[in-house]
């Protein structure tokens, strides 16, 4: 519980410091397409990139969890009930 504890903090915090930052450089009227610009990648460009980053990883997400998922069932069904006193 830990650790699902622990990387829910992690993202309220991600998200917390992106959203100041944000609001911050929008003061500063700096825009995420004028960085992207600068950097020489247009915003279509990384809709794109990001496009084919997905179309590859979501086959390969989906194959490994068709191995994992019943790995994991079997071995939840498997372990032995834990006494708790």
Do not use: C, E, Q
Not at 3 to 11: E, I, Q, T
Not at 60 to 82: Q, Y
């Amino acid at each position: 519980m830990s650790l699902l504890y622990n990387a829910l903090a992690a993202l309220v915090k991600f998200t917390i410091a992106s959203v100041a930052i944000g609001a911050t450089l929008s003061v500063l009227d700096i825009r995420a397409a004028d960085v992207l610009t600068d950097m020489g990648v247009t915003p279509d460009k990384m809709r794109i990139v990001l496009s084919d980053a997905v179309d590859w990883a979501l086959p390969h997400f989906m194959l490994g969890a068709m191995v994992i998922v019943p790995i994991w069932l079997v071995l939840f069904l498997l372990k032995p009930p834990s006494i708790n006193k």
